[in-house]
């Protein structure tokens, strides 16, 4: 069983940065792709990034390709979500997750294990 909890949220200004973290506890986490997802009020969830168990690849949704980079620290058990250049279309409240295979973005059913979220709000 695998426990994740996102920090790192808040509100800031268009163009600003932020730096979502997961800690990831209760399992082998070099075992797991992760991956991070949001939820807008009304939307569906999405998966705007993915990362492989050895970190060797990644993928990106469109709409935040070029400006977000997920990345992961096995020593500390962390996977992370640096996002730049963030827009109002950013806002949502975002989910680290894990799952025993990567296989690049999916849909939320093929993921196993899911943290809380921590909202990001981006407006002027």
């Known amino acids: 069983q695998v426990q994740l909890v996102e920090s790192g949220g808040g509100s800031v200004q268009p163009g600003d940065s932020l730096r979502l973290s997961c800690a990831a506890s209760?399992?082998?986490?070099?075992?797991?792709?992760m991956g991070w997802f949001r939820q807008a009020p009304g939307k569906e969830r999405e998966n705007v990034a993915a990362?492989?168990?050895?970190?060797?690849?990644?993928t990106y949704a469109d709409s935040v390709k070029g400006r977000f980079t997920i990345s992961r620290d096995t020593a500390k058990n962390t996977v992370y979500l640096q996002m730049n250049s963030l827009q109002p279309a950013d806002t949502a409240v975002y989910y680290c997750?894990?799952?025993?295979?990567?296989?690049?973005?999916?849909?939320?059913?093929?993921?196993?294990?899911w943290g809380q979220g921590t909202q990001v709000s981006v407006s002027s």
């Open positions: 997750a894990a799952k025993s295979t990567y296989r690049g973005l999916g849909s939320p059913g093929v993921y196993s294990y």
């Open positions: 209760g399992g082998t986490f070099s075992s797991y792709a």
């Open positions: 990362i492989s168990w050895s970190g060797g690849s990644t």
